[in-house]
Nanobody
């Protein structure tokens, strides 16, 4: 089992930045690919970014490419999502998730955090 806890969400103006963190506990963090997803009201949960075990490979949805950066510190069992140039359409609950191989579908991930709200005002 892996337990995931996100933090760092909040209210920010358009054009601003936030950094989300996700701390893992349980099994060896470095064994897991980590993904970030978001879900806005009335919408399906969508893939945002993922990072490989070592951090050498990263993957992004087109909607956030060039604005968001995913990174990880295995020694701290933590994955980050740096979000810059935020837009009102980025408003959603953001989740981190873990699985053993890279995937882009939410239903492919085995473990999930509780989510953190990000609200971007115009």
């Amino acid at each position: 089992q892996v337990q995931l806890v996100e933090s760092g969400g909040g209210l920010v103006q358009a054009g601003g930045s936030l950094r989300l963190s996700c701390v893992a506990s349980g099994r060896t963090f470095s064994s897991y690919v980590m993904g970030w997803f978001r879900q806005a009201p009335g919408k399906e949960r969508e893939f945002i970014a993922a990072i490989s075990w070592s951090g050498a490979r990263t993957y992004y949805a087109d909607s956030v490419k060039g604005r968001f950066t995913v990174s990880r510190e295995n020694a701290k069992s933590t994955v980050y999502l740096q979000m810059n140039s935020l837009k009102p359409e980025d408003t959603a609950v953001y989740y981190c998730a873990a699985r053993t191989v890279v995937a882009f579908r939410a239903d492919s991930y085995d473990y999930w955090g509780q989510g953190t709200q990000v609200t971007v005002s115009s």
